[in-house]
C-alpha cells in the first residue's frame, strides 16, 4: 500500500533507532516501498556518529525518454536538506543512484531532532516534488498569451503517465484513469463525481477545481490514442498561482504525484468496506435462520413429547377401568329408562 506521508515511517523509525542508541551499531536495513522504490541503511562501528543511506527510486521522466540520474536543481534540492547533517557521497553505492553520508553527531538532542531525521526521512519526495516543482514554478512565468502550449507527459509508473498543460495564468494536470476490474471502475466514477460535487459546493473553495470526463478533455487533443485509452475516464486539475506560493507549493506537488495512489488506495479501501459489510450481514441472516430452525426443532420436540404423554395416558389401565366404569353406568341407567317405559 502507498504511504502519503512525505516521510517513509520506516525509514524514520530505523534512522531514530540508530540515533537514540547507546553505543555505535553496526548495522545494514534493506527496504522495499510503494513505487519500486529502495533504502539502503548501513553504519559501522568505527564511525560511531555515521550512517550511509543510499536510495533508488523511478524517476519522474517527460514521454518515453527515461532519466537515470538525477537533474542538477534536484541534487542541489537534496543538499537543502539540513547541509550540516547530510553530505552526497561520490559515486553512489552500487545499484543506487544517490547515497547520503549523515552526521548525527551534528543534530542537537532536543526535540529538533526528530524533526530534522523526518525531514531526512523524506528525500524520495525531495527528489520527486524538484521535478514537477521546476514546472509548477514557472505557471506565470512565461508568456502564453496565444492558445496553450502541447501538454508535456509525465511518467513516475510505466502504466500511469499524467499530463501538465501550461496555460494563461494556470496549469492543468490531467490523470488518465485505468483499471483491470469492473468493480473498481463503477467505485472510482462514484469518488470522482463526489471530488467534483465537493469542490464545486464551495466547502473546498481555496482547492484547485477538479472535473472529471469519460472522453479526453480538449487540452489533450493530438496524443497518441494508445495514451488516451481508458476505462475510468479522465480527472483534470486546474492549479493556479495561488496554489503554490511558498509552502503550498510541496503540498501541491506532492498530491499531484500521489493521486493515482490515493485513488487506488481509495477504491481498496471502499471494496473492503463493502465485502465486511456483506459478509456482517450474511453472518446476520445465518444466525437468524439458525435461531429460526431451533425454535421449530424444539416446538417439534414439544408435540412429540406431548403425543407421547398422550399415548401413555390413552394406553393407561386407571385412564381404561375409569372411563370403562362410566359407560357402563350409563348403559344401566338407559336400560332403565327402558324398563320403566
Keep these: 500500500m502507498a504511504c502519503f506521508e512525505r516521510a517513509s515511517p520506516a525509514l524514520k523509525q530505523i534512522l531514530l533507532q540508530l540515533y537514540r542508541a547507546d ?38 521522466s517527460t514521454g518515453s525518454l527515461v532519466l537515470y540520474g538525477f ?21 553512489a ?16 538532542r532536543k526535540k ?35 492558445g496553450t502550449c502541447k501538454p508535456i507527459k509525465l511518467v513516475y509508473h510505466p502504466n500511469e503517465p499524467f499530463y501538465v498543460v501550461k496555460q494563461p495564468a494556470k496549469l492543468t494536470a490531467v490523470f488518465p484513469i485505468r483499471f483491470k476490474e469492473h468493480s473498481d471502475i463503477v467505485i472510482a466514477k462514484a469518488f470522482f463525481q463526489e471530488l467534483v460535487d465537493v469542490g464545486n459546493s464551495g466547502v473546498c473553495a481555496r482547492a484547485p477545481p477538479c472535473y472529471w470526463s469519460p472522453i479526453p478533455p480538449p487540452e489533450l487533443r493530438g496524443e497518441p490514442i494508445k495514451d488516451l485509452s481508458t ?8 492549479i493556479s498561482a495561488r496554489h503554490i506560493e511558498g509552502k503550498k507549493l510541496d503540498k501541491t506537488v506532492w498530491n499531484l504525484l500521489n493521486f493515482n495512489a490515493l485513488v487506488k488506495y481509495h477504491v481498496k479501501c471502499t471494496k473492503g468496506f463493502v465485502q465486511r459489510r456483506m459478509r456482517s450481514r450474511l453472518e446476520s441472516l445465518v444466525e437468524a435462520l439458525q435461531r429460526t430452525g431451533m425454535e421449530e426443532d424444539h416446538n417439534i420436540v414439544k408435540v412429540k413429547e406431548i403425543n407421547r404423554k398422550l399415548n401413555n395416558l390413552l394406553h393407561s389401565q386407571d385412564y381404561t377401568s375409569f372411563h370403562g366404569n362410566q359407560q357402563y353406568a350409563i348403559n344401566d341407567e338407559c336400560s332403565g329408562e327402558l324398563l320403566w317405559t
Design 231 to 238: 476505462n475510468g475516464g479522465f480527472v483534470s486539475f486546474e
Design 112 to 146: 529538533d531532532a526528530v524533526k530534522i531525521i523526518t525531514e531526512i526521512s523524506s528525500v524520495q519526495a525531495v527528489i520527486l516534488s524538484s521535478q514537477l516543482r521546476e514546472l509548477l514554478k514557472n505557471v506565470n512565468a512565461q508568456e502564453i498569451s496565444q
Design 23 to 60: 553505543k555505535p551499531l553496526a548495522v545494514e536495513h534493506h527496504l522495499h516501498e510503494f513505487g519500486s522504490l529502495q533504502y539502503h541503511i548501513q553504519s559501522y562501528v568505527s564511525e560511531a556518529h555515521h550512517v550511509y543511506l543510499s536510495i533508488s527510486t523511478p524517476i519522474l
Design 93 to 108: 553505492k552500487t545499484g543506487y543512484q544517490l547515497t547520503l553520508k549523515l552526521d548525527f553527531s551534528k543534530i542537537p
Design 71 to 91: 537533474p542538477h536543481y534536484t541534487i542541489e534540492t537534496v543538499k537543502g536538506i539540513c547541509h550540516e547533517v547530510v553530505q552526497i557521497v561520490e559515486p
